[in-house]
């Protein structure tokens, strides 16, 4: 009987990875370092890493987990922190990682490369099979499994990183790998007062608001988990309406899942305009409250 290992950060990163984890394997274990997740894998751990210390250190108690358990297949979510975990178990296993999956077959995994630019396929050498996958690849509502978790001991390494101080961030509610439609707003927004104009589109729309990374990374007027790119989220919505988004190849690879793209931007010359179905040159300050009226 085949098993998958699964390693996640965040709790809807989790229930994808334990969804897409039951098409490669008959048994599906889960190990978190984030809140611990109940009802999305045959056997699930938890670990509360110490205030004192970082959750990147946590990958002595991953290892031996999977020591314990085994694994075929392991599947890690695309967070800085569940990477680190992977990598470690992928050394310690002698195995190469393939990271940014989007699809399994057959043992093949496809993904991207040279910033999305290009998209190869690879399958494993050795015994177990390391893959990595962001968000929106699976679907987290078909995740089953107990309701048990068990609490695994956080064990420190012996050259344990130094926390030397830390800052919260504010709560996130963004949920872009759900949502049916998303408004993404670029650099074309002159001022994070103009936000308002999209939020009044994506209300209208009941779509999520998400960003393209200057915007999350840059200025900060959006939480992380709302860019969306190549090494930020991969969406599949019905409709994304990119605004004030040049188009560049780094951000369309995130998006081109889509059922129908549409843009607005003032530049009629503009990248998107090549990659969207629908188009609209404009000022956004002029086409965006056309459209929330028209809706």
């Excluded at 015994?127 to 978790?149: C, I, L, N, Q, R």
């Excluded at 050259?159 to 670029?186: W, Y």
Aim: glycine share 12%; with cysteine.
């Amino acid at each position: 009987m085949s098993k998958a290992f699964v390693i996640a950060e965040t709790e809807n990163g989790a229930r994808e990875l334990c969804a897409g984890a039951r098409k490669l394997a008959d048994e599906v274990v889960l190990v978190t370092v984030g809140a611990p997740v109940a009802g999305a894998a045959d056997k699930s751990f938890h670990i509360d890493v110490p205030a004192g210390n970082i959750a990147d250190d946590a990958y002595v108690t991953v290892n031996k987990i999977y020591d314990a358990e085994g694994g075929d297949v392991v599947l890690g979510e695309q967070t800085l922190r569940a990477l680190s975990l992977v990598g470690r178990l992928a050394a310690k296993l002698g195995a190469a990682a393939i990271t940014g999956v989007s699809a399994v077959e057959g043992g093949v995994a496809t993904s991207m490369y040279f910033g999305g630019t290009g998209v190869r396929q690879a399958k494993a050498a050795g015994d177990v099979s390391v893959y990595t996958f962001g968000a929106g690849v699976f679907d987290a509502a078909e995740a089953t499994g107990t309701d048990a978790v068990e609490e695994a001991a956080f064990e420190a390494p012996e050259n344990a990183v130094a926390k030397t101080g830390s800052e919260a961030l504010p709560p996130s509610d963004v949920n872009l790998a759900g949502a049916d439609a998303i408004v993404a707003c670029g650099r074309g927004f002159g001022s994070e007062e103009d936000l308002q104009l999209a939020r009044d589109l994506a209300a209208k729309l009941g779509a999520e608001l998400a960003c393209s990374r200057p915007l999350a990374e840059g200025v900060d007027w959006f939480p992380r988990e709302a860019y969306v790119g190549v090494s930020g989220a991969v969406v599949s919505p019905k409709v994304y309406v990119a605004v004030g988004i040049s188009g560049q190849m780094q951000h369309m690879v995130g998006c081109n899942g889509a059922d129908v793209i549409v843009a607005v931007n003032k530049d009629k010359n503009a990248p998107v305009f090549k990659a969207c179905d629908y188009g609209f040159v404009g000022d956004l300050k002029t086409v965006l409250p056309a459209l929330t009226a028209a809706l």
